[in-house]
């Protein structure tokens, strides 16, 4: 499915739960597809030295504490997922979280 056909549907109030079920795909295999990709992400990042080991650890937890959350949302009840924070964001900042400080 295009971006902007996920996008379009996500407008008109369906959430990544709604679209994934329409497109024959469960909910397990979406969480399990999007976790892996995250955490492959942070792994990255650990690699590349611009996060510690830990400061992934926190935020792959946050991450799969909030996935049903995320895969939820419509455009009434929220902000829906956009490829603006993506899996990993701008990353940790120097004690572990990304709020800035």
Same mark, same amino acid.
């Given at each position: 499915?295009?971006?902007?056909?996920?996008?379009?549907?996500?407008?008109?109030?369906?959430? *990544?739960?709604? *679209?994934?079920?329409?497109?024959?795909?469960? *909910?397990?295999?979406?969480?399990?597809?999007?976790?892996?990709?995250?955490?492959?992400?942070?792994?990255?990042?650990?690699?590349?030295?611009?996060?510690?080991?830990?400061?992934?650890?926190? *935020?792959?937890?946050?991450?799969?504490?909030?996935?049903?959350?995320?895969?939820?949302?419509?455009?009434?009840?929220?902000?829906?997922?956009?490829?603006?924070?993506?899996?990993?964001?701008?990353?940790?900042?120097?004690?572990?979280?990304?709020?800035?400080?």
């Amino acid at each position: 499915m295009r971006t902007s056909d996920v996008n379009t549907q996500l407008q008109s109030g369906r959430s *990544i739960a709604d *679209i994934t079920k329409a497109e024959g795909m469960t *909910i397990d295999t979406l969480n399990s597809k999007m976790t892996d990709a995250f955490n492959s992400r942070l792994q990255h990042h650990v690699t590349g030295g611009t996060m510690t080991q830990p400061q992934a650890a926190t *935020i792959a937890a946050r991450f799969t504490a909030n996935l049903d959350t995320m895969l939820s949302r419509t455009a009434s009840n929220g902000p829906v997922a956009s490829s603006a924070g993506g899996a990993g964001g701008r990353g940790a900042d120097n004690d572990g979280d990304n709020d800035g400080r």
